[in-house]
């Protein structure tokens, strides 16, 4: 099976762990899906996420993080696709619940949050939006 966007099958990935209650999953190594999962690890949406190599393939390793009984991630949502981008100015970057979500923006600078790119005064492509 070819994957033409693999950023969309790691999110459905989470959530659907999420949905069972799994402990950890294992997801194809990317470096961009790596950066994403940083962030969303910094912010503490999952527990850890770790490079694991086996022979020639990587993987990495997502452990969820729970409160209590129900998932960190209440709704996981891939904003911008290959078929439909959804670029920003820096004026419209905004906050997502205001405040209490979260969106990840690649920019010039790099990938990061809604909030640093505010920050930054930079714009870019809207990834996706978690609370």
Known sequence: MSRSDLLSDVLAAIKNAALVRH???RVPY???VMSVLDLLKREGYIA????EVDGKKSWIVITMKYD????VIRHLERVSKPSRRVYLSKEDVKPVLRGRGLSIV????????DKEARQSQ??????????
């Open 23 to 25: 402990d950890s999953l």
């Open 30 to 32: 990317s470096t961009f």
């Open 122 to 131: 930079v714009g870019g492509e809207v990834v996706l939006k978690i609370w």
């Open 48 to 51: 850890e996420c770790v490079k």
């Open 106 to 113: 690649t920019t010039p600078n790099g990938v990061m949050t």
């Open 68 to 71: 209590g009984k129900k998932s």
